[in-house]
Antibody, heavy 122, light 110 residues
Framework: QVQLVQSGAEVKKPGASVKVSCKAS????????LHWVRQAPGQGLEWMGR????????NYAQKFQGRVTMTRDTSITTAYMELSGLRSDDTAVYFC???????????????WGRGTLVTVSS | QSVLTQPPSASGTPGQRVTISCSGS????????VNWYQQLPGTAPKLLIY???QRPSGVPDRFSGSKSDTSASLAISGLQSEDEADYYCAAWDDSLNYYVFGSGTKVTVL
């Protein structure tokens, strides 16, 4: 079955870090980019960046540069998104999504994980 | 505030046609392809339209997308109750180096 399965909900204190995992199955893991998108409560979607599971190359949104790290482990077809220096406004559902390889102008996300709720609270 | 502007809401009765607009600029819609995502309440987004007007397998042909210059539109014909959801347009922005989503449009079936 083609799917992305994400890790469970997290509660973190301000200043801490969180690492969310996204396990891919049913397709060639290295044949697609893996993107991360977040959604704050009651808000819209926000792209955070992507990783090329084949090369490990990343592309981060400027807003998250210096705070986000995306990695992957091809042996277990799993991608990770780590966000550091958490603030209350990082409280959101974090989605991983599969995307096509190639030029960004053609990107689209055709498979999504169910999301991981990260709550930042003291 | 998103660089892709959508109306916050749209509505129609069952069977009607509803259109959602997405207004951008030359650095995003004007230069790159547009995608549309549907998000049902409490669920992950789902790809509805890709590369301006293409429907993934399994998406009913009631949904159609179009693009002209710096704007795009999503049309839902034969509106059904299960179409109640939030709809987002999205595209790559060459100036921001960022994949931008629209602000989202909530569709209500009256």
């Amino acid at each position: 079955q083609v799917q992305l399965v994400q890790s469970g909900a997290e509660v973190k204190k301000p200043g801490a870090s969180v690492k969310v995992s996204c396990k891919a199955s049913g397709y060639t893991f290295t044949g697609y980019y893996l993107h991360w998108v977040r959604q704050a409560p009651g808000q819209g979607l926000e792209w955070m960046g992507r990783i090329n599971p084949n090369s490990g190359g990343t592309n981060y949104a400027q807003k998250f540069q210096g705070r986000v790290t995306m990695t992957r482990d091809t042996s277990i077809t799993t991608a990770y998104m780590e966000l550091s220096g958490l603030r209350s406004d990082d409280t959101a559902v974090y989605f991983c999504a599969r995307g096509t390889l190639g030029f960004a102008r053609y990107w689209y996300f055709d498979l999504w994980g169910r999301g991981t709720l990260v709550t930042v609270s003291s | 505030q998103s660089v892709l502007t959508q109306p916050p809401s749209a509505s129609g009765t069952p069977g009607q046609r509803v259109t959602i607009s997405c207004s951008g600029s030359t650095s995003n819609i004007g230069s790159n392809t547009v995608n549309w995502y549907q998000q049902l309440p409490g669920t992950a987004p789902k790809l509805l339209i890709y590369i301006n007007d293409q429907r993934p397998s399994g998406v009913p042909d009631r949904f159609s997308g179009s693009k002209s210059d710096t704007s795009a539109s999503l049309a839902i014909s034969g509106l059904q109750s299960e179409d109640e959801a939030d709809y987002y347009c999205a595209a790559w922005d060459d100036s921001l180096n960022y994949y931008v989503f629209g602000s989202g449009t909530k569709v209500t079936v009256l």
